[in-house]
C-alpha cells in the first residue's frame, strides 16, 4: 500500500488550497478515506472522512462548511479542498486508509497559513 500525499504550501488566511492523495497497492473504489493533520507539538487529529463511493463524508466540526472531502475512484485518488484557511489549520496533512487490519499513513504534504 501506497499513499503519497501533494498540494500543499504556504497560503495567506482566507486563502485556498487542494490536496491530494495518489493510492495504490489496494482496492481503492472499495475503502473508505481519512484526511488527518498534525500541528507542531499537537496530537494528530482526524480531519474529514469518505466511503468508498464518496456518497457519504464527515467532518472534524473545527472544518465544517470550509473543507470538502472527494474522491476519484478512476484514478485512484482522493482530494480535499481547503477553503478560507486559517492559521490554526498550519499542520501537516495526511491520508490513511484501514486495509486488512492495519492502518497506512502517507508521509504528509504542510501546509502553511500565514500572512
Known amino acids: 500500500v501506497q499513499l503519497v500525499e501533494s498540494g500543499g504550501g504556504l497560503v495567506q488566511p482566507g486563502g485556498s488550497l487542494r490536496l491530494s492523495c495518489a493510492a495504490s497497492?489496494?482496492?481503492?473504489?472499495?475503502?473508505?478515506m481519512n484526511w488527518y493533520r498534525q500541528s507542531p507539538g499537537k496530537e494528530r487529529e482526524w480531519v474529514a472522512f469518505?466511503?468508498?463511493?464518496?456518497?457519504?463524508?464527515n467532518y472534524a466540526d473545527s472544518v465544517k462548511g470550509r473543507f470538502t472531502i472527494s474522491r476519484d475512484n478512476a484514478k485512484n485518488t482522493v482530494y480535499l479542498q481547503m477553503n478560507s484557511l486559517k492559521p490554526e489549520d498550519t499542520a501537516v496533512y495526511y491520508c490513511?486508509?484501514?486495509?486488512?487490519?492495519?492502518?497506512?499513513w502517507g508521509i504528509g504534504t504542510l501546509v502553511t497559513v500565514s500572512s
Open positions: 497497492g489496494f482496492p481503492f473504489s472499495s475503502y473508505a
Open positions: 469518505t466511503s468508498s463511493h464518496g456518497y457519504r463524508t
Open positions: 490513511n486508509v484501514g486495509y486488512n487490519g492495519i492502518q497506512y
